[in-house]
């Protein structure tokens, strides 16, 4: 699942919460759903670092030998 | 020529003179044609009575010695810079005195902006007929780039202004930077082996970027192989080459075209401050909704649970509501009501007397009244 599937599904479930039109077991379940990938999309925002490299560098640090 | 050698024994043996005299004559034999490459080295003195400068290949970096009689090229007021891309006329001659190979010219044209469009536009044409540029080929970015790749130059101005569109934008970026020659001869090939080592390294999406430059200075952005390997580029490219007007054949190549280096960088992240309102918001929504949703169900419930106490209080008084009705109308058709109003009911052999004339003078009868009754004789009709 990518980042922007996880959020557009979230925010078509606010929406169908949100309409007041889906019965209680179901609005429950896609509460639970809900959190679940509110959590992925926030996990993956947390988990960049924010880094900005050299390639050359990094080459250089990849393959020692050369 | 006759190049005569020396024998010593079975060996024949040349002097250099006349082997250069030897090479040199059987060059002489070869045509005179065109050559295109770049000028460098141009070396020129009041002394000389030639001028001397390389021609390089932009493609390769293969290099030609060209010497030109002084007088004829002054005459033609090339004005020629490093770099400048010319035609050379000439047939290939080696200095004698020195072995050093080289092409004599005859004529020297520059290979001017309208040849360069001209080739560019040739180009074009070949490319896009081959799809290179068609719409349907265009892939969309990544919202969320784990890796993005930069190709740019070591000038700092281009790959600063990418860099801090994406840290402002969304300082969690991750960019690995392949700097590499953005102009002459070497640009086309380095910009090509850059995109690919960053493509083996794993990148999402790719930004080349280069500032303005005259046009010359842009022409390897043109070059076919660069811009077969944007075409190819395995994840999308953003191209931000030169002005908006520029537009060199790797930006129609590329899946988005930004006018500025700033462009291509605010485009490829996406507003970190946004994203996370709207994340934020969605999982208001997530509770909110889920909150009402059980409200409304609650609701529901008590409403049925009120109704349930209030039905049989209810049906107990209707009941007797009806039963009361009832009661009523069977008290009006009773004749018990007329009697207590007055009324007496007169009988004469058990059947009831509605008319005088059915009676006779001493006959009995019994009446009956709303409190018991009597028994009678009639005295007279009337």
């Known amino acids: 699942m990518t980042f922007e599937q996880a959020q557009r599904e979230l925010e078509e479930i606010v929406q169908r919460l949100e309409s007041g039109e889906t019965p209680l077991n179901e609005a429950l379940k896609l509460w639970e759903r809900g959190e679940e990938l509110y959590r992925f999309c926030k996990e993956r925002l947390d988990a960049a670092e924010g880094k900005i490299e050299e390639l050359a560098s990094r080459a250089e640090s990849a393959s020692p030998d050369t | ?382």
């Open chain 2, 1 to 382: 020529m006759k190049v005569e050698a020396i024998e010593y024994g079975d060996r024949k043996v040349y002097s250099v003179g006349a082997f250069n005299r030897g090479v040199s004559s059987w060059l002489a034999r070869l045509p005179t044609v065109w050559v295109e490459g770049e000028v460098t080295e141009l070396r020129r003195s009041a002394r000389w009575a030639s001028v001397f400068f390389t021609l390089k290949d932009p493609q390769d970096g293969s290099c030609l010695g060209v010497s030109m009689a002084r007088g004829q090229f002054d005459a033609l007021r090339l004005e020629l810079a490093d770099g400048a891309r010319v035609h050379v006329y000439g047939r290939p001659e080696l200095y004698e005195a020195r072995g050093e190979f080289r092409l004599r010219a005859l004529s020297l044209e520059r290979f001017g902006l309208g040849d360069h469009l001209a080739a560019l536009e040739r180009l074009k044409t070949k490319l896009a007929g081959e799809g290179l540029f068609a719409a349907e080929r265009k892939r969309s970015l990544p919202l969320l780039p784990a890796r993005i790749g930069l190709v740019t130059g070591n000038d700092a101005a281009a790959k600063r202004d990418v860099l801090t569109a994406i840290t402002t934008r969304f300082p969690p970026a991750n960019v690995l930077v392949a700097e590499t020659y953005v102009q002459g001869p070497r640009a086309a090939g380095a910009v090509v082996d850059a995109l690919r080592a960053l493509c083996r390294e794993g990148v999402d999406v790719v930004v080349v970027a280069r500032g303005g430059g005259s046009f010359e200075d842009l022409l390897p952005f043109s070059d076919e192989r660069l811009v077969r390997a944007v075409a190819d580029c395995p994840v999308p490219v953003v191209s931000a080459v030169g002005h908006e007007q520029d537009t060199p054949l790797c930006d129609l190549a590329a899946d988005v075209r930004a006018s500025t280096p700033s462009v291509a960088g605010r485009l490829v992240v996406p507003d970190l401050a946004q994203l996370l309102e709207r994340l934020g918001r969605a999982r208001g929504g997530l509770e909110r909704g889920t909150r009402r949703g059980l409200e409304r169900e609650r609701r529901r419930i008590d409403g049925a649970h009120e109704r349930l106490g209030r039905a049989p209080r209810l049906l107990v008084e209707r009941g007797r509501a009806k039963l009361e009705h009832s009661a009523g109308r069977l008290r009006a058709l009773s004749p018990k009501a007329t009697l207590e109003r007055g009324y007496a009911i007169v009988r004469a052999e058990e059947s009831i007397v509605r008319s005088g004339k059915a009676l006779e003078p001493g006959e009995r009868v019994e009446v009956e009244l709303a409190d018991g009754g009597f028994g009678a004789r009639v005295e007279e009709i009337q």
